[in-house]
């Protein structure tokens, strides 16, 4: 195979590209410095769809659920003080200077624990069905943040006073938090990389391309299915911790259906079943909404655009995303030079 | 936990009723679509929202509190447009053509906001005014609802036709390109009509309550289900009873053999995605005198439509009923019950329902 030469090619150009912002973001403004952050943390809410969406060919539309309820549970335990144990756990953890370890691990937990359930409910169902399941169950997420006030504090959202050091290590600051926020990304990256690379992954890809052949195959279809959706919801619940962090503040609104959505078209603009890709994604829709929203007042009339001429032109020109692009390009390019492959 | 008496169980019962009504105005055509396209289609409430608003312009034309000029204007705009576009294109090819209609467009932009402070764009998107109507016939609300009617099944149809079409079965496609239009809907009726909460009034002799015993039942919400059986009358003889509906059973069946026996399930398509956006429409019209209508209506109530097909399952007319009936005794009986979690109360029993069966109750899938 020719492939591991250039996967390594690959790699290499993906680390050099985050070494690069790691030594570049020091010098951008804050506004820049933060919109770099975001785009993290977006990243690996798109990454983490992407093995849902690209690699086993199931639309979910309902990813902000897990975000959401790892985003609220972090700020939960956080500033709810009447909740004795979780709160004394915190501010224990936190006075050792472990409270972010505390923090993920609960959140991440009860990301884990909602995409278990919701999954065992979803996986049954195929295509259209999976879609309009996921898309209600995490309806019921967003109802609970919205109306459930006791918890949530329904529309206003729950604001948190500051982020917990690590190791005594203050991250209230915009670029150690942004150089945390890479760390994490980078290992989500790493991990998610290893997945796909995996005979694991590698059956998922099986799955998506011929299901019932893999099912001859002896593969337990169902259970790689589960697997992947839990593994999008834990590293979504990764995502939806740092939400917090970054913004330190959360409201139902970053649950709704239209977060859900935006996922799915991170995924389907950079490109699905790429890992880079869907980061690429995040990163032109963030940056396009911090800038055009600065300017214009109509943004959602934008955002629509955007969507029905992304995929119409990806559509008519089958292409899949950004990567696509490049990928034929590549295709074309090499077909050129040795005519023989 | 509240305690209810019969008295509130049964005012309750009379609003979960028309509550369903409603729900099976906005669903039924959801279901429709998806029956015979395998369609998500995720602009369905922000149609309901659009057909409320265009209700709400006729209401205020009618009343003579907003003016029709602009709208005549827009489509003269439109119709010249499209004659410019296609001699150009016919004369300088279209990639030349659309260039220079779009520097004509540019120029004239920045020509007449120098000279006058006039926004030229309001020529092709006007900007409506519209006022609370107070004095209201049945009349005036049946005219808005035909103006409703045509105007959302029109462009349910062109977006059909030059959109959805392209798609075939690509689920993924079909929901990222609904959903920008929802969100172009959105945004385009905020622009076009502002972001106050407009309420309809309802037509006398609607706005009355009938008091039975202490008990109060508002005459609009019979009104309500009145126009929902309708509704599904008309759907249920359309369907099985007329040739219309006989060549969409066939098209649903086996669309390659209909069009052997020379159906164009081209337009088949078209109509059935103009009827449920229509019947959307009628669903926005006459929920206006019930939510009201404001920016934003459309994506709190997308999921109970979601709900109802959920439940349902899609593609079924008697699933689109029971559905409604079902979301609808949850969802008040529900709030009125446990008011924190009546979102859980109502998609918790549907978690179930498709933990047993994924295609929903009555569907075929």
Redesign the interface.
């Known amino acids: 195979m020719l492939g591991t030469a250039i996967e390594r090619r690959r790699i290499m150009i993906v680390l050099g590209v985050f070494a690069a912002l790691a030594l570049i973001t020091p010098f951008l403004d804050l506004f820049l410095q933060s919109l770099v952050t975001e785009i993290l943390v977006f990243g690996i809410l798109a990454m983490s769809l992407d093995i849902l969406?690209g690699y086993t060919g199931l639309?979910s539309?309902g990813h902000a659920a897990y975000f959401g309820v790892a985003s609220y549970a972090s700020a939960i335990i956080m500033t709810k003080k009447s909740w004795v144990v979780t709160y004394a756990m915190f501010t224990w953890t936190d006075s050792a200077g472990l409270g972010l370890f505390y923090l993920f691990f609960i959140g991440v937990l009860v990301a884990i624990a909602f995409s278990a359930f919701f999954g065992?409910?979803?996986i049954?169902?195929?295509?259209?069905?999976f879609?309009?399941?996921t898309?209600?169950?995490a309806?019921?997420v967003?109802?609970?943040a919205?109306?459930?006030?006791?918890v949530t504090e329904g529309d206003n959202g729950i604001i948190v006073p500051g982020r917990p050091s690590l190791f005594g290590f203050s991250l209230e600051e915009g670029l150690p938090f942004f150089y945390f926020t890479l760390a994490i990304f980078l290992l989500c990256l790493g991990v998610l990389y290893l997945i796909t690379q995996s005979p694991f992954g590698r059956t998922l890809v099986g799955i998506r391309e011929r299901e019932e052949r893999m099912e001859m195959l002896g593969y337990n279809i169902w259970l790689h299915k589960y697997l992947a959706f839990i593994i999008a919801g834990t590293f979504s619940g990764v995502a939806g911790v740092l939400w917090t962090l970054y913004n330190l503040f959360i409201s139902p609104p970053d649950v709704?259906?239209?977060t859900s959505?935006e996922a799915?078209?991170m995924v389907?603009l950079g490109g699905p079943a790429t890992l880079v890709g869907p980061v690429i994604g995040a990163a032109i829709i963030r940056s396009l909404q911090q800038f055009v929203s600065i300017y214009v007042e109509?943004?959602?009339?934008i955002?629509?655009?955007?969507?029905?001429i992304?995929?119409?032109l990806s559509?008519?020109y089958g292409v899949d995303g950004i990567l696509g692009i490049a990928n034929k390009f590549r295709r074309s390019f090499a077909a050129e030079n040795n005519p023989k492959d | 936990m509240v305690s209810l008496s019969i008295a509130n169980v049964i005012e309750l019962s009379y609003s979960s009723l028309s509550y369903a009504s409603l729900l099976f105005l906005l669903a039924s055509g959801l279901s429709l679509i998806?029956g015979v396209m395998?369609i998500?289609n995720?602009a369905h409430a922000a149609f309901f929202l659009f057909g409320g608003y265009i209700g709400l312009e006729a209401y205020n034309i009618f009343y003579g509190t907003a003016s029709i000029m602009p709208r005549l204007i827009q489509l003269a705009t439109w119709t010249a447009l499209y004659f410019a576009w296609r001699g150009l294109s016919r004369a300088a090819g279209e990639g030349r053509a659309a260039l220079g209609l779009l520097s004509a467009y540019i120029i004239t932009e920045i020509v007449t906001s120098m000279i006058w402070d006039y926004r030229f764009i309001e020529l092709f998107f006007p900007v409506i005014k519209l006022q609370k109507i107070d004095q209201v016939n049945f009349l005036a609300l049946s005219g808005a609802i035909a103006v409703a009617v045509i105007v959302v099944g029109l462009g349910g149809m062109l977006i059909e036709r030059f959109?959805l079409r392209?798609?075939g079965h690509?689920?993924?496609?079909q929901?990222?390109?609904t959903?920008?239009?929802?969100?172009?809907l959105?945004?385009?009726s905020l622009?076009t009509w502002g972001g106050d909460n407009f309420m309809f009034e309802a037509p006398w002799p609607f706005n009355q309550s009938i008091m039975i015993a202490d008990m109060s039942f508002p005459q609009y919400r019979l009104f309500m289900i009145l126009v929902a059986v309708l509704v599904g009358l008309a759907l249920l003889f359309g369907i099985e009873r007329t040739r219309l509906g006989a060549i969409m059973r066939a098209t649903v069946d086996d669309p390659e053999m209909a069009r052997g026996i020379g159906i164009n399930t081209n337009i088949v398509s078209m109509s059935i995605f103009a009827i449920g956006a229509l019947l959307a429409a009628i669903g926005g019209v006459v929920g206006g005198a019930f939510f009201g209508v404001y920016p934003g209506l459309d994506?709190e109530i997308?999921?109970y439509a979601?709900?109802v097909?959920?439940i349902g399952g899609?593609g079924s007319l008697t699933g689109a009923v029971v559905g409604s009936l079902v979301v609808g005794f949850m969802e008040n009986f529900g709030t009125a019950l446990f008011?924190?979690?009546?979102?859980?109360a109502?998609?918790?029993p549907?978690?179930i329902i498709?933990?047993v069966k994924?295609?929903g109750l009555f569907g075929k899938?």
């Open positions: 969406l639309a539309l065992y409910l979803a049954r169902a195929k295509d259209v069905y879609l309009m399941i898309l209600s169950l309806m019921v967003w109802g609970l919205y109306r459930w006030s006791a709704e259906l239209i959505a799915l078209f389907a109509r943004w959602p009339l955002l629509g655009s955007i969507y029905i992304t995929i119409m559509r008519l | 998806f395998r998500v995720l959109f392209h798609f690509d689920t993924l496609a929901v990222l390109v959903i920008g239009f929802a969100f172009i959105q945004d385009g622009y994506f997308l999921p979601f709900a097909v959920i899609l008011p924190e979690l009546s979102y859980f109502l998609f918790a549907m978690a498709l933990a994924p295609t899938g």
